[in-house]
């Protein structure tokens, strides 16, 4: 891969929120080519695609793509065995009385 500068996967936390109601910053992926657990956080995002592309921190293989057109998004995850989300928990409501 020719040495480009890229920017944190944070950088992914704005375009994502639009998608998802979960902050995915600290989101585990694995990746598909290598094996290695990474947050979203961790990964190489480049944006000189049409879209963001973020690359695995280990091996530099392509994790997720993601396009935005004005009326809708394309998110690809191919380059991930899995996205283990992390979700807030509920809280505990109690009745009066």
Known sequence: ????????GNML?????????????PAISRCQSCG???P????????????LVGRCPVCSE?????????????????GATFLEVPMPVEPTYHRPG
């Open 62 to 78: 392509v994790i997720l793509r993601l396009v935005r057109a004005p009326d809708r998004a394309w998110l690809d995850l191919r």
């Open 1 to 8: 891969m020719t040495d480009m500068s890229y920017v944190d």
């Open 36 to 38: 290695s657990l990474s």
């Open 13 to 25: 936390d704005g375009p994502l929120r639009e998608l998802f109601a979960v902050d995915l910053s």
């Open 40 to 51: 979203l956080a961790g990964l190489h995002v480049f944006s000189h695609a049409p879209g």
